[in-house]
C-alpha cells in the first residue's frame, strides 16, 4: 500500500460515519428502556445470589465489562464464558442467580447450550440480544433489545453498532440499579480502594498521621527558644501549644515566627503564649482526610492540630503529608 496516495477526506469520512452510525443506534435503544426493563430491575434488585454474564466473542468482551461495572456499582456479577460452562463451569450457577447472555443473533451456538441447563438449575435467564424471535429470546424470562438497523462496518460483518448498542444498554442497566440501590461515591470507593476516589473517601486523618508519626508539644510557659527546639527535631514547622492540663490553647508555627520578627528581634525569651495562634482550628482522628485537606485549603493553613474528644492534641497534620498520601 502506497500511504502517500491515501485519501485523507474519504478516511475521516468513514470514520465520521461510523461515529454518526453508532451514536444513532445508541439513541433508538431509548425504546428498549420500556416495561420490560423495569422488571429486569426489579429482578435483579431482589435477587439473593448473583448477576452472571455470559457471551461468545465480541459479545464475551461486552459482556465482561458489564460484569465488572455491576461488580463496582453495588451489582455482585461475574462472567461465566459459555465455552467452559458446558465443560463443568456451569457449577457456578444456582437457583438464586440471574444470568443476563449476550448475543445480538441470539442463535450463538456456545450460548444456546448452556441455556437448557441454565433453566433447568432454576436461574432466571435475561436475554440481551437484537433476535428477538431467536431461540435465546424465546427461551429468556425477559429480553432486552439491543437491535441495530445496520453495522458500522461497510462490510456489515464486524459487530460494531450491535456490540456499541449492547454496551451502552448495560451501562444504562447498571446505573439505574446503582441510583434504585442509592449508591453512594463512600459505596463505590469501598470497591476501589486502591483509586484516588478510595483514598479520598476512605483514607482518615489518623492513616495520614503514621506517614510522619510526629506530635510536637510545647508547654504554654517554654519560651521560644524552646519551642524552636522542638519544632527542629520534629521537623514539622510547626508545634502544637498546650495549658497545664494538656489541652491545646494554640499553634505555633514558622509564619508566627516570622510575623513576630517583623516587630521585634528579642523574641527567643519571649513565651509560646505570647506569640502563639489561639483557637487553632483543629480536627480529630477518625474524620476523613479528604475533610482535613478541605478545611486546610479554606483557611489557608499548612498545620492542623489533632485532638482527641478532651481537645488534648494527638498530632499535627502538615499539607504536605496529606499530598503524599494521595488525598487530591
Known amino acids: 500500500m502506497d500511504i502517500d496516495k491515501l485519501d485523507i477526506t474519504e478516511i475521516k469520512k468513514q470514520a465520521i460515519e461510523v461515529l454518526e452510525i453508532e451514536a444513532a443506534s445508541i439513541l433508538n435503544l431509548k425504546r428498549s428502556v420500556d416495561e420490560e426493563f423495569i422488571e429486569v430491575v426489579k429482578e435483579i434488585l431482589e435477587c439473593s445470589g448473583r448477576v452472571i454474564m455470559t457471551g461468545m466473542g465480541k459479545s464475551g468482551f461486552i459482556a465482561k465489562k458489564l460484569a465488572a461495572t455491576l461488580s463496582s456499582t453495588g451489582t455482585p456479577s461475574f462472567f461465566l464464558h459459555p465455552a467452559e460452562a458446558i465443560h463443568g463451569d456451569l457449577g457456578m450457577v444456582t437457583n438464586q442467580d440471574i444470568v443476563i447472555a449476550l448475543s445480538n443473533s441470539g442463535e450463538t451456538e456456545e450460548v444456546i447450550k448452556i441455556l437448557p441447563v441454565i433453566k433447568r438449575i432454576g436461574a432466571k435467564l435475561i436475554a440481551m ?54 449508591f453512594q461515591p463512600e459505596d463505590f470507593a469501598l470497591y476501589h480502594p486502591g483509586g484516588s476516589l478510595g483514598r479520598r473517601l476512605l483514607l482518615t486523618v489518623e492513616d495520614v498521621l503514621h506517614i510522619r508519626e510526629r506530635n510536637p508539644v510545647v508547654d504554654q510557659e517554654a519560651t521560644l527558644k524552646e519551642t524552636l527546639f522542638v519544632m527542629t527535631s520534629s521537623r514539622m514547622g510547626a508545634a502544637n501549644i498546650i495549658d497545664d492540663r494538656g489541652k491545646l490553647v494554640g499553634i505555633i508555627t514558622d509564619g508566627d515566627i516570622r510575623r513576630q520578627l517583623e516587630e521585634s528581634f528579642d523574641l527567643l525569651e519571649k513565651t509560646a503564649q505570647e506569640i502563639m ?52
Open 277 to 328: 495562634s489561639k483557637n487553632p482550628s483543629t480536627i480529630t482522628k477518625d474524620k476523613l482526610a479528604a475533610e482535613a485537606l478541605k478545611l486546610m485549603q479554606e483557611r489557608e493553613i499548612s498545620d492542623l492540630p489533632v485532638v482527641d474528644e478532651e481537645y488534648r492534641p494527638l498530632g499535627l497534620l502538615n499539607f504536605q503529608d496529606l499530598l503524599k498520601a494521595g488525598v487530591l
Open 129 to 182: 440480544t437484537g433476535g428477538k424471535t431467536s431461540t435465546l429470546a424465546e427461551t429468556a424470562n425477559y429480553i432486552l433489545d439491543t437491535g441495530v438497523e445496520e453495522e458500522a462496518c461497510p462490510l456489515n460483518l464486524a459487530p460494531t453498532a450491535s456490540t456499541t448498542a449492547t454496551l451502552a444498554l448495560g451501562d444504562a442497566l447498571a446505573i439505574a440499579l446503582l441510583w434504585a440501590r442509592d
